[in-house]
């Protein structure tokens, strides 16, 4: 229901823009969305990397990425967006979407409040 795609190979202070196709539901009927990421050999990491509420009036960016990504919706193309600008190695991971029904202005941004969860996406930065 969800695909995340975009990810590949980037040079530190390059962008990427990862993207997630949403299918079965409609992202204007209420669905707050989240992007999270796995470094390698690491656990899925908990926080969010990005956070959208359902009403999209608020976003949630984990201070790392803070003024160098971006979260936004296409709601004619059910897809979210997260445009990676200024990319370290430390970004270097697969990363996924997700959502959850509801919250109203409220984002959620720990991993466990999502219900949908796509298959993610690899980035690498290379230095």
């Known amino acids: 229901q969800l695909q995340a795609s975009g990810g590949g190979l980037a040079q530190a202070g390059g962008s990427l823009r990862l993207s997630c196709a949403i299918s079965g539901f409609t992202l204007d009927d209420g669905y707050a969305i989240g992007w999270f990421r796995q470094a390698p050999g690491k656990e899925r990491e908990d926080e969010g990397v990005?956070?959208?509420?359902?009403?999209?009036?608020?976003?949630y960016y984990m201070a790392s990425v803070k003024g160098r990504f971006t979260i936004s919706r296409d709601s004619a193309k059910n897809t979210v967006y997260l445009q990676m600008n200024n990319l370290k190695p430390e970004d270097t991971a697969v990363y996924y979407c997700a959502a959850v029904e509801g919250g109203g202005s409220f984002y959620y941004t720990r991993a466990i409040f999502y219900h949908h969860w796509g298959r993610g996406t690899l980035v690498t930065v290379s230095s």
């Open positions: 990005s956070c959208a509420s359902s009403k999209w009036d608020n976003t």
